[in-house]
């Protein structure tokens, strides 16, 4: 049975950092894309950050440069270190697997599986 698991969201003010972590069990994410999502209030869910079984990454726009995505195959776990912290990063955010195994533009709106969500909240 595959699971997600995040932790690691919280308050925090602009231009502070967090990091998020998610932990799989029921698969073997070294051998399959995952990555996280965000949803926020009023707003489209939003494809954050995702990473390949290659360890080919990819972010959206608004995040790169301040997001870094990572993954430790021994303890089954993604990362999503997120720096400079901004008020529109406020969201749910949400670790989660594409149905189709991809990485790609388009990741985000084919969701397999997915974990309960943490939220971050950026405010000063």
């Known amino acids: 049975q595959v699971q997600l698991v995040e932790s690691g969201g919280g308050l925090v003010q602009p231009g502070g950092s967090l990091r998020l972590s998610c932990a799989a069990s029921g698969f073997t994410i070294g051998s399959y894309a995952i990555g996280w999502f965000r949803q926020a209030p009023g707003k489209q869910r939003e494809g954050v950050s995702c990473i390949t079984s290659g360890s080919t990454k990819r972010y959206t726009d608004s995040v790169k440069g301040r997001f870094t995505i990572s993954r430790d195959n021994n303890k089954n776990t993604v990362y999503l270190q997120m720096n400079s912290l901004k008020p529109d990063d406020t969201a749910v955010y949400y670790c989660?697997?594409?149905?189709?195994?991809?990485?790609?533009?388009?990741?985000?709106?084919?969701?397999?599986?997915w974990g309960q969500g943490t939220q971050v909240t950026v405010t000063s």
């Open positions: 989660a697997t594409d149905v189709r195994g991809l990485c790609d533009s388009s990741w985000y709106r084919n969701l397999g599986s």
